[in-house]
């Protein structure tokens, strides 16, 4: 691993943002731990739109060519990383034989709504069209970075290595696909749910203790894949608070984890009346 420096681009991950992004992130998974479902949905939305605003923001700023390759790659790392916890839970849907009843993201008061399913599927084909774009030709344009540069695959790996490259294409075939069988079952399968039953309820249960850890797993991963790829490809400019660009989403991130903290533990119960 060579000593060069890379200047990054703090507009797109810069600390604040990568710190408000992973303060949304952790908000929603504490939210759906907790089953504090009055909160769920205004995260979720919160955070799609966040990710959505700064993929738009990739792609027309990629479309000028004023991005380098390792700039595109850790800003959909963390924007997108959490794409990824996708996989196991396909992993399990396909040991229960798609049984809907079994599925992980099916607890009736964290299911997120039809219509949000068809903009984060929307979503998430764009996202895997742009990596498929990325992985195949921008990956190998000219840039003006003289250093080599690193990705994660749990170490560090050259970026341009193709078994590197050819991993990062399947598993975005794979979420494209996880994805699409989703939102399908989502529109057409959903009138094979159990009914409000003690079965269901232990079920249930049994769900939410599984998908906790998967979902955790997954941001811990991700979110130390991705610092340990900055500190790696040695980027500069992007680890500083002291802009409002930075300092805004980093205090809208926490401000969302300590209401879901407020609402958990800190809220009096109402009084009878």
């Known amino acids: 691993m060579d000593s060069c ?11 604040g943002i990568r710190l408000g ?10 939210a759906n731990f907790l089953g504090v479902a009055e909160e769920v949905p205004g995260i979720r939305v919160s955070f799609t739109v966040f990710v959505a605003a700064t993929f738009l923001a990739l792609v027309m700023e990629a479309s000028h060519s004023a991005l380098s390759h390792v700039d595109i790659y850790i800003t959909l790392l963390v924007c997108f990383g959490y794409s990824f916890s996708m996989i196991p839970a396909c992993s399990w849907t396909l040991l229960t ?18 219509m949000y399913n068809i903009f984060h599927c929307v979503l998430i084909s764009a996202v895997v069209f742009f990596h498929l774009w990325f992985w195949t030709t921008g990956i190998t344009q000219a840039d ?9 695959l749990f170490t560090w790996v050259n970026l341009r290595d193709d078994t590197f490259v ?37 079920r249930s249960s049994v769900l939410h203790f599984l998908n906790t850890p998967i979902s955790f797993i997954t941001a811990t991963v991700v979110i130390a894949g991705t610092e340990l790829t900055v500190a790696w490809n040695r980027v500069t400019n992007v680890n500083t608070l002291s802009t409002p660009g930075q300092m805004i989403p980093f205090l809208m991130g926490i401000g969302a984890l300590l209401h879901v903290l407020y609402v958990v533990y800190g809220r009096k119960p109402a009084l009878p009346v």
């Open 5 to 15: 420096t890379i200047e990054g681009v703090a507009d797109f991950y810069g600390l």
């Open 21 to 30: 992004f992973y303060a949304q992130w952790s908000a929603l998974l504490l």
């Open 97 to 114: 034989e798609f049984n809907p009843n079994w599925d992980l993201m099916r607890r009736p008061h964290l299911r997120p709504s039809k």
């Open 144 to 152: 003006d970075l003289k250093c080599d540069t690193y990705g994660f």
């Open 166 to 202: 050819r991993i990062n294409i399947t598993c975005q075939l794979i979420v494209l696909a996880i994805c699409l069988f989703s939102l399908f079952g989502d529109l057409h399968l959903a009138q094979g749910i159990e009914a409000n039953t003690d079965l269901f309820s232990t």
